[in-house]
């Protein structure tokens, strides 16, 4: 069985399909098997939505991913642009290596897909400015190679071989889930102290007396 790529719900279904007849390409042509295949590629919300259809209406694989791609033509209609590819930032968790992985999944969500040489210019732009005198000189042709040299330099700042980042690293943002529930416990927590109420201002007055039912004073009580 093929390993897949698993698509999650984000990303390009597009792209996504693209590598998934790739995949198949080595076994004969049977939709149903496609059909069934399919789920293998796809995990999270993504399963989910395979489990929710009833595939076995679909009688040939293009009608399950003409739907495929409708569902997900949202993805395709906000995919980031090479502005959003320039705002991203590495954050103080990640090593080189990952935010190259994260920076190459955005990348390849942009349109028209950008050249390898393009792609190495937009990388390297996004790194520390101390970094870029060391690499100037270097043939760098692949965006592997790129990461490898960066990840030296990243090194190399560590032990203070080379002047450090100027700049610090973005703290990665908590998932809103945990925001929320931190937001919850804080308001949840009592108050640490209690500020005693004043009575000085407040007059106390001894109560009146009460007589209950008097009796009525007669002519005949008075002899």
């Known amino acids: 069985m093929p390993e897949f790529e698993k698509f999650r719900g ?46 076995s209406r679909y009688t040939t694989f293009k009608e399950l991913a003409l739907d495929f791609l409708n569902y997900y033509s949202f993805n395709v209609e906000m995919a980031p642009t090479i502005s959003d590819l320039r705002k991203l930032r590495r954050y103080r968790s990640e090593d080189i290596k990952q935010f190259a992985y994260r920076f190459r999944e955005m990348a ?5 897909t950008l050249k390898e040489k393009e792609l190495i210019d937009e990388f390297f732009q996004l790194l520390p400015r ?21 990840d030296k330099l990243d090194g190399a700042s560590r032990d203070g071989l080379i002047p450090p980042p100027s700049v610090k690293p973005a703290v990665k943002p908590k998932p809103k889930e945990l925001v929320v529930a931190a937001e919850h416990n804080k308001a949840a927590v009592p108050p640490t102290s209690y500020a005693p109420r004043s009575y000085a ?10 007589v209950a039912n008097p009796r009525p004073t007669t002519p005949a009580m008075m002899h």
């Not at 076994?27 to 009833?54: C, G, Q």
């Not at 005198?133 to 042709?141: A, K, R």
């Not at 201002?201 to 009460?210: E, I, S, Y």
């Open 10 to 55: 984000n990303g390009c279904p597009e792209l996504h399909l693209k590598h998934f007849c790739h995949k198949m390409a080595v076994y004969p042509v049977d939709d149903k098997f496609r059909i069934a295949m399919f789920e293998e590629s796809l995990a999270e919300s993504a399963l989910h939505w395979y489990y929710t259809k009833n595939v």
């Open 108 to 112: 390849s969500q942009i349109k028209p």
């Open 130 to 150: 101390e970094y870029l005198p060391y690499m100037i000189g270097q043939t760098i042709t692949t965006f592997a190679q790129a990461v490898i040299n960066a």
């Open 201 to 210: 201002a407040v007059t106390f007055r001894p109560p009146v007396p009460v």
